[in-house]
């Protein structure tokens, strides 16, 4: 008869566990690890020794409120002679004695979340479990060390705003690891109304990253349940801030978890895209922030955006849109659930645009499916497949409610960008959801999607053709010329009329005021001709119609008097904020107090007040957000400069953020890169 272990007390060796399982930036205070991956926890005995093949431990590892076996909730298992990384199973790998270093593996196919464990009849541990994308035998699996460097355990990253012509790195303090963080995600999960419905089935889900990630992209909004945002796009941000005042997403996941979990006020898509980033991360899925430039919003599914513009080339809104910008996340997992080769990268987006089986939320679905039109595959495949192809058709409409059809190049998902790994460059990865355009792939991906117009598209007629140029000098407070050109392609001489106007655009297509407007009834050009038409954009007029997106669109209108065709030529333009001077006093190591010394000159040609310097960056601010407020107003041309203090707590490479916010100049964001020394 096999003689029960006596334990008497025991140390689960945190530092060295969570340390082996690379939790340890979540803090070595409490036992933290990744499935399929032994830990090693030490037992002290009361009396008796432990002898090999002798002595016996019963142990019950369980999750969640209702844990079953059936469910795989439950795993009762007890000592084998050697570990199996393939399920539950201890061993012990000491000699005998009255110390025992009993070595316990959990399944790489085990739920994650907490943990209760008992060993023997009175010794309960609690643990937490996550996903290891370093563990071949988890979904999740990566096999790049860089890879997962960047993707899991990077507190700090790049997100992409602007325009697709000029894209704006803007920097984001993800903080996946700092105190409380990881607590704060397991609670989004409790939350879902999935697990207020049915916990036992829920808490079972939880082994299934596709599972996880589509229970985050609803969650990470707050239009279904209790989620974390509330997102906000007209209108003013009464009641709470601008989307543009985050600097990363730790203040946001504590706001709502302090707050009863009630929606933080406000996000829009990089925000939502960054939290679901933190989260994902957190819980050990490798993800990254996704940005697709002029992506398509289809909401009837049928891969094309009808646009009407009045006489004067004015867009006229609409829901179906086109979004300068729009983030999304990428989650690294296998697919069995679909045909092989489908496995890698997968799309979701937990801003809310359209309702999937009834819910806001949208994904998983692999990348790759979108680029081979697989649009039956699971999750949301035509909407994401329209926000990378949707053919553009733009109408005007004219006084007396006639529409006549525009020619214009209506170019969807350009330049779909994500951050390099190991460092702070744009990577584009859009080959990886469109082959090039043009090319048979192309064409054998729409036909599969079903994609008619983009099959029967003819050739442009040459004919008359109008674009915008622009300078690249197009800072915010300075007065600057755009240019409208007409070109004459056909071998008669033509007469047409140009309207070239300009109006303050939200980068989700919102239409603001009017910043400058030219109305040409005679413009004649020779055959082969060209013409330049200049527009003067003055601050004086822009300056108080622009948003926080400082985007103009700016919009030509042609009206051939010969042939009677009408085309039109867009384009987005992000005016330049200032940049950001930081420079760091001191030697950078653990645990000792820095200054930043942070300047920006103010470009406007009116005084900035109420102007304030904030900063936060992981393992820098300890996890908080330092303020400094000027106490004078910042003339013209005059530097605001501030030095704030900052004590970092772990070594490595590190990015401080920085935001800079005044009355005429918002939410200015910079950052420095600061290697931290031991």
């Known amino acids: 008869m096999a003689q029960a272990l006596d334990i008497e007390r ?6 060295f566990n969570n340390t082996d399982h690379r939790t340890d930036l979540n803090g070595v205070d409490r036992l933290i690890v990744r499935r399929g991956q032994p830990f090693t926890i030490s037992l002290y005995l009361r009396s008796g020794s432990f002898q ?50 009993l070595s316990i593996c959990s399944s790489p196919k085990a739920p994650i979340g907490r943990y209760t464990l008992t060993l023997g009849q009175s010794v309960k541990i609690e643990f937490i479990l996550l996903f290891n994308p370093w563990c071949s035998a988890d979904e999740v699996y990566m096999d790049s060390e860089q890879s997962l460097e960047e993707y899991v355990l990077s507190q700090d990253g790049i997100i992409f705003r602007g325009s697709s012509r000029y894209t704006i790195p803007t920097p984001w303090n993800f903080g996946q690891f700092e105190s409380g963080i990881l607590d704060i995600c397991l609670r989004i999960l409790d939350m879902n109304p999935k697990c207020l419905r049915n916990p036992g089935k829920d808490h079972s889900g939880r082994r299934n990253p596709i599972y996880v990630t589509r229970v985050l992209s609803a969650m990470v909004n707050c239009n279904d349940d209790k989620g974390v945002l509330l997102g906000k796009w007209t209108d003013g941000y009464e009641g709470g801030v601008s989307p543009l005042f985050w600097r990363g997403s730790v203040e946001i996941l504590r706001n709502w978890d302090t707050q009863a979990c009630q929606p933080v006020r406000y996000g829009q898509c990089w925000v939502f895209a960054a939290v679901a980033c933190s989260v994902s991360r957190a819980l050990g899925i490798p993800c990254r922030v996704i940005t ?36 999304w996340v990428e989650s690294w997992m296998t697919r069995p659930d679909l045909k092989p080769d489908f496995d890698g990268w ?21 990348v790759r499916a979108i680029k081979e039109g697989e649009l039956t595959f699971k999750y949301d495949a035509p909407f994401v497949f329209a926000e990378v192809n949707a053919d553009v058709i733009t109408f005007m409409q004219k006084k007396d409610g006639s529409t006549s059809k525009v020619t214009t190049i209506g170019l969807v998902g350009q330049k779909i960008s994500t951050k390099s790994v190991g460092n702070d460059t744009r990577e584009d990865i859009t080959h990886l959801y469109k082959y090039p355009e043009g090319s048979d792939e192309e064409r054998e991906a729409f036909k599969k999607a079903n994609h008619q117009n983009k099959l029967l598209q003819d050739k442009p007629d040459p004919g008359l053709h109008v674009t915008i140029k622009v300078t690249s000098d197009m800072r915010k407070g300075c007065d600057f010329d755009v240019f409208a050109v007409v070109t004459n392609n056909t071998e008669a001489e033509r007469k047409c009329r140009l309207v070239f106007g300009s ?119 300890g996890g908080n957000i330092i303020s400094e407020r000027l106490g004078c107003t910042v003339g013209p041309g005059e530097d605001a400069k501030v030095k704030i203090y900052f004590t970092p707590s772990h070594s490595g490479l590190r990015k401080l953020v920085v935001d800079f916010d005044s009355n005429k100049l918002c939410h200015v964001k910079g950052y420095r890169n600061v290697i931290i020394g031991k």
Request: hydrophobic share 30%.
């Open 10 to 15: 025991w140390d689960l060796e945190c530092l």
């Open 52 to 101: 090999p093949g002798a002595s016996s431990l019963d142990c019950i590892a369980e999750t969640g409120p209702q844990p079953s076996e059936q469910y795989g909730t439950r795993a009762r298992f007890g000592l084998s002679s050697n570990i199996d990384t393939s399920t539950w199973s201890a061993a012990v790998n000491s000699p005998p004695g009255e110390m025992v270093a």
């Open 292 to 327: 697709n430039y002029l992506s398509a919003h289809d909401i009837n599914s049928n891969l094309t955006i009808e646009r009407y513009v009045n006489e004067n080339g004015e867009l006229i809104q609409s829901r179906e849109m086109i979004w300068n910008y729009h983030c």
């Open 346 to 366: 997968q799309a979701s987006d937990p801003t809310p645009q359209e309702k999937s089986d009834g819910v806001y939320c949208c994904g998983p679905i692999p």
């Open 503 to 621: 109006c303050a655009v939200s980068y989700n297509g919102f239409l603001g005021g009017n910043c400058g407007f030219k109305d040409l009834l005679n413009v004649q050009l020779s055959p082969g001709a060209e013409r330049r038409v200049p527009l003067r954009l003055n601050y004086s007029k822009y300056g108080d119609q622009v948003t926080e997106d400082n985007l103009i669109r700016l919009a030509a209108l042609l009206l051939d008097y010969t042939s009677g065709e009408i085309k039109l030529a867009t384009r987005n333009i992000v005016l330049d904020n200032p940049e950001i001077k930081v420079r760091i006093l001191g030697e950078p190591k653990e645990n000792r107090k820095l200054a930043a010394e942070i300047t920006l000159q103010n470009p406007l040609p009116e005084p900035l007040d109420n102007c304030c310097f904030s900063i936060e960056g992981a393992n820098l601010t």
